[in-house]
C-alpha cells in the first residue's frame, strides 16, 4: 500500500491512474517529496544490477527556460512527422532507422501551439533523466535492426518514479523528444560524453483530476504458444 496523505493506494491502482500529467499546480516541501520518489524509485531493475541511471535536478530558471527550448524543437520535429501521418523517427525500413522522413529544417520553422512545449520550465520538478551508455548490456547489438535492450535498464526506473509520484497524490510524465537535441544538452548541463539523455520528467500537483487511461486489452496484446496464436484467457491455465 502506498501513503498518499494518509490514505492509501493499492499498487494497482496506482498503476492503473498514473496517466501522463502535463499541467501542474506546485508541490509543497518539493524537495523532500522529490527526495521521497527518487528514494523509492531507485529499487527499479537494470541489466546486472548496474543502475546506469544519473538524474540532473533543474532548478536553474535560465537553464529551465533552455531545456524548455530544446523540447520545443524537438516537438516541432515529432509534429511534422505526426502530420503526415507517420510514427516520428520508428525504424520502419526492415526494422532500421534511414533517415528522417520530413525535412526538419521545414520542420524548425512551424509553429505547433502545445501547452507544455510552452510552459514545461513552469514544473514544479523538472528531472533530466541520464543513461551511463557503458553501464548497458545490450543484449541485441549486432543484429539487424534498431537495438531495443539498452533502454530497458534506464526507463522502468523513470517509471517507478512516475509510480511514486502517483502514490503520493502527484501526476507528472516522461517525455523524449528533447533527446532529438542531446548535444545541445550535453553542452548545457556539462553532462560527460559517456551519458546519453534518455529524456525529462516533469511531476506536479496535477491541475485536473486522473482521468480513465484509454490502454488496450489484455486480449488484445496476448497471443499463446506462438505469435498470431489465440489470446492468453484465465481459462487457459
Ligand atoms: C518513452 C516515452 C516517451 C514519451 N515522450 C513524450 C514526449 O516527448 N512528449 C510528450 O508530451 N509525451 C511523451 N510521452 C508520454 C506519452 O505521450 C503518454 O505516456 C501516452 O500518450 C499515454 O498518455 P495517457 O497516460 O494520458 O493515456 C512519452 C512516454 C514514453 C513512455
Not at 501551439?113 to 514544473?123: I, R
Not at 541485441?140 to 517509471?159: A, C, K, M, T
Request: some cysteine; charged content about 25%; glycine content about 10%.
Amino acid at each position: 500500500m502506498a501513503d498518499m496523505g494518509g490514505q492509501a493506494l493499492e499498487i494497482f491502482e496506482v498503476m492503473r491512474t498514473a496517466g501522463a500529467i502535463r499541467e501542474y499546480s506546485d508541490v509543497a516541501n518539493s524537495d523532500e517529496v522529490l527526495y521521497e520518489i527518487l528514494d523509492n524509485a531507485r529499487f527499479a531493475p537494470s541489466g546486472g544490477n548496474r543502475q546506469p541511471w544519473r538524474v540532473l535536478v533543474i532548478k536553474d530558471a535560465a537553464v529551465r527556460r533552455r531545456v524548455r527550448e530544446l523540447y520545443s524543437e524537438g516537438w516541432k520535429e515529432y509534429m511534422a512527422h505526426v502530420k503526415k501521418g507517420l510514427v516520428p523517427f520508428a525504424p520502419i525500413d526492415g526494422g532500421k532507422w534511414s533517415g528522417p522522413a520530413v525535412d526538419l529544417d521545414e520542420a524548425a520553422g512551424m509553429t505547433f501551439s502545445n501547452q507544455y512545449a510552452l510552459t514545461l520550465d513552469e514544473s514544479p520538478i523538472l528531472l533530466v533523466l541520464l543513461a551511463r551508455l557503458s553501464d548497458l548490456a545490450c543484449l541485441d547489438n549486432g543484429l539487424d535492426r534498431q537495438s531495443i535492450v539498452g533502454g530497458g535498464s534506464v526507463y522502468p526506473f523513470g517509471h517507478n518514479i512516475l509510480l511514486a509520484a502517483r502514490s503520493k497524490g502527484l501526476g507528472g510524465v516522461m517525455t523524449t523528444v528533447v533527446c532529438r537535441r542531446e548535444p545541445q544538452m550535453k553542452l548545457l548541463l556539462e553532462i560527460p560524453e559517456e551519458f546519453a539523455v534518455a529524456g525529462l520528467i516533469t511531476i506536479g500537483t496535477p491541475k485536473k483530476f486522473f482521468t480513465k487511461l484509454t490502454r488496450r486489452s489484455v486480449e488484445e496484446f496476448t497471443f499463446v504458444d506462438r505469435f498470431g496464436g489465440k489470446a492468453f484467457m484465465p481459462s487457459d491455465s
